[in-house]
């Protein structure tokens, strides 16, 4: 799985974007360690707080489906009917940072299949805060992988 095909999967993800109110349109493909690829779109919702980020959408299936170890991420984003450089809100960082390891996740941002362009979770969200703060190592997440 290349950049492009991870890109064309995103693509292909934010079809089912269910986003009435703001008209933003989002899909990711999230590529695991053992090549398989999860996807997500945003979900909006009338009451506005509920609504969830294509990125977490694709991460939160994939832990719950038993994943945990994570190369990349491809994001397509734009309003409907338009591509643009779309890059992962403050949230949807910090919830890579939980399960992806800094120096070597990569985000993948572009506007479709054109102009990929590809970044270091460490460089999107420097100086961050994650699970070693508290304890915990590399080796006691392995431990823990169903
Ligand atoms: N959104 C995403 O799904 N991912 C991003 O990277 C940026 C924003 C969604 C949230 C909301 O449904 C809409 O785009 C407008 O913010």
């Given at each position: 799985m290349n950049d492009k095909k991870l890109m064309e999967t995103a693509v292909k993800a934010r079809e089912y974007s269910y986003s009435p109110y703001s008209n933003f349109?989002?899909?990711?493909?999230?590529?695991?360690?053992?090549?398989?690829?999860?996807?997500?779109?945003?979900?909006?919702?009338?009451?506005?707080?509920?609504?969830?980020?294509?990125?977490?959408?694709?991460?939160?299936?994939?832990?719950?489906?038993?994943?945990?170890?994570?190369?990349?991420?491809?994001?397509?984003?734009?309003?409907?009917?338009?591509?643009?450089?779309?890059?992962?809100c403050g949230v949807c960082r910090q919830v890579m940072r939980e399960f992806c390891d800094p120096d070597s996740f990569r985000i993948i941002l572009g506007t479709g299949e054109e102009d990929l362009r590809s970044y270091l979770l460490k460089e999107l969200l420097p100086l961050s805060f994650g699970p070693e703060n508290l304890g915990r190592t590399t080796a006691e997440k392995e431990d823990e992988t169903p």
């Open positions: 349109r989002v899909g990711a493909a999230l590529l695991c360690a053992d090549g398989s690829v999860y996807t997500g779109c945003n979900m909006e919702n009338a009451a506005y707080t509920p609504g969830i980020c294509a990125e977490r959408t694709a991460v939160y299936k994939a832990v719950s489906e038993g994943k945990r170890d994570f190369l990349a991420i491809a994001i397509a984003g734009g309003p409907a009917g338009i591509l643009e450089l779309t890059a992962p």
